[in-house]
């Protein structure tokens, strides 16, 4: 299946762009921002509407992707093995970008010009004063997931196997049913959880999204959903999505946000309401878009692509210093952030991915990336 290779690849180099773009001016948290967002520009206002399409769709794909590939794994080797498994090739990156990379990259970004790295790493990494699971949240993530997954097979004893029922692909109404549902699910769920808020990092506001891809993965290995997606319906889906993008900004103005009335993050806000239920549509559209068009046009293998594909997780889990570090260097360079952005996005793709090569080439590194 080597679309989902490919597709691997493109979200990982879609992550390193979308993080560089919250760096020139996108809405999001990150390590370094090149820009003063106190004043609203052209700029961060097309940035803003990248970002918010891909937070909408590319994690949740990223789930649905790894909840695809978790039923074969936990067949083949067992609920004990399948846990360790996830435990080494999850949490050894989780524990090590938790206390060594994340605070190296809050040290570049916050406390270059206090100390040396040689007195940070004494003072704050070796005394753990400064733990960052960054995007390895993601990692932390799926290892609940997996606990999950592995629970619920042992108490209601299913085996899962070929001889169930087979569900079909969701019909279009199903599909509307579970984007309202979800979209009404985050809502609610940010009443507790604003967005930017939640325990060890997890941003559980976008978690109902999260959920229902995994479990929509595990679904699409066990009955066969993607040799399955219909071509219309994913048209359908995609042209929606691409519809309503522009959408939501617009009903952003209408609600004062260009008076600084900024209400989406969560509670009992109309912008908050509105966000939540956009979401979902643009997550199943342009996720169905992806998938189809990836199946189709895709599903080649090519030595580099390989290559590529064995060095995703690791450019994922290193990416941000990359980032980071090419900011730096620009920071100073006087062009609009625009054009920063034009330059730093592509080479931090580049030198991430050359990077992860050196770092797969480590012994043993490869068992675990």
Not at 50 to 75: E, H, N, R, W
Request: proline residues 5%; aromatic residues 18%; hydrophobic residues 55%.
């Amino acid at each position: 299946m080597y679309y989902l290779d490919n597709l691997r690849v493109f979200l990982t180099m879609l992550v390193i762009v979308f993080h560089t773009s919250i760096a020139y001016g996108g809405s999001g948290s990150w390590y370094f921002e090149d820009v003063d967002k106190s004043q609203l520009n052209a700029t961060m206002v097309i940035l803003t509407i990248f970002t918010a399409v891909c937070q909408a769709f590319f994690m949740a794909l990223f789930f649905f992707i790894s909840g695809y590939f978790t039923p074969k794994s936990y067949d083949r080797k067992g609920p004990f093995r399948f846990l360790s498994d996830r435990l080494l090739r999850l949490g050894i990156p989780m524990v090590l970008y938790m206390l060594w990379i994340g605070p190296s990259t809050i040290y570049l970004a916050e406390y270059r010009h206090e100390q040396t790295y040689t007195e940070f790493f004494r003072e704050s990494i070796l005394h753990f004063k400064i733990i960052n699971f960054g995007p390895l949240w993601f990692a932390e993530a799926l290892i609940y997931f997996a606990f999950f997954y592995v629970l619920y097979l042992m108490i209601f004893k299913k085996s899962e196997d070929a001889s169930a029922r087979s569900i079909a692909f969701p019909t279009g109404a199903r599909l509307l049913g579970f984007a309202l549902g979800s979209g009404l699910a985050a809502f609610l769920t940010r009443f507790i959880f604003p967005l930017g808020t939640g325990p060890m990092e997890l941003q559980l506001g976008y978690f109902p999204l999260y959920i229902l891809l995994f479990i929509a993965g595990i679904l699409a290995y066990r009955h066969n959903w993607l040799e399955q997606i219909p071509s219309l319906l994913s048209k359908i889906w995609l042209r929606t999505a691409l519809i309503l993008i522009p959408v939501f900004p617009l009903l952003l103005i209408l609600t004062g946000a260009l008076n600084g009335n900024l209400t989406y993050s969560g509670g009992f806000h109309l912008q908050a309401f509105l966000y939540a239920m956009w979401e979902p549509f643009i997550c199943f559209g342009i996720c169905l878009g992806l998938l189809f068009l990836f199946r189709r046009r895709m599903n080649k293998a090519s030595r580099i692509m390989e290559r590529l594909a064995k060095l995703a997780f690791t450019a994922y889990i290193i990416h941000p210093v990359v980032v980071v570090s090419c900011t730096l260097v620009m920071h100073h360079v006087d062009l609009a952030p625009l054009l920063k952005l034009i330059i730093v996005a592509p080479v931090s793709v580049v030198l991430t991915f050359a990077a992860s090569q050196v770092i797969y080439k480590i012994p043993y590194a490869s068992r675990i990336l």
